[in-house]
């Protein structure tokens, strides 16, 4: 069974940090694109960011560019979001998504969401005073 799994969010202050971690079961992520994506209440879901299997490299939003960085485990079970430096509009219900049509990312662009076709659940992270 193909599966994905959040974890790491959590309440943290202003100008903190916060991990967040993508498991996979039934796959390796190293065939696949994988993104992390958000959605605030009220808002539409957005991308973050998205690491290529192809060749190792990232794509940012440009709001989260110098802060977040996503990266893959030598297992290539996990891909991980690094986030530095939150701002409460950061606060938002995060998620991983695989993208089984690409190895290599696509743009941070809402055109090529519908081609993440495997999700997990989401985590809650909340930045606040």
């Known amino acids: 069974q193909v599966q994905l799994v959040e974890s790491g969010g959590g309440l943290v202050q202003p100008g903190g940090s916060l991990r967040l971690s993508c498991v996979a079961s039934?796959?390796?992520?190293?065939?696949?694109?994988v993104g992390w994506f958000r959605q605030a209440p009220g808002k539409e879901r957005e991308g973050v960011a998205c690491?290529?299997?192809?060749?190792?490299?990232?794509v940012y939003a440009d709001d989260v560019r110098g802060r977040f960085t996503i990266s893959r485990d030598g297992a290539k079970t996990t891909v991980s979001l690094q986030m530095n430096r939150l701002k409460p509009e950061d606060t938002a219900v995060y998620y991983c998504?695989?993208?089984?049509?690409?190895?290599?990312?696509?743009?941070?662009?809402?055109?090529?969401?519908?081609?993440?076709?495997?999700w997990g659940q989401g985590t809650q992270v909340t930045v606040s005073s």
């Open positions: 998504a695989a993208n089984t049509m690409r190895r290599q990312c696509p743009i941070i662009d809402e055109r090529y969401e519908h081609e993440y076709d495997y």
């Open positions: 039934g796959f390796f992520l190293d065939y696949y694109a």
């Open positions: 690491f290529s299997a192809s060749d190792g490299s990232a």
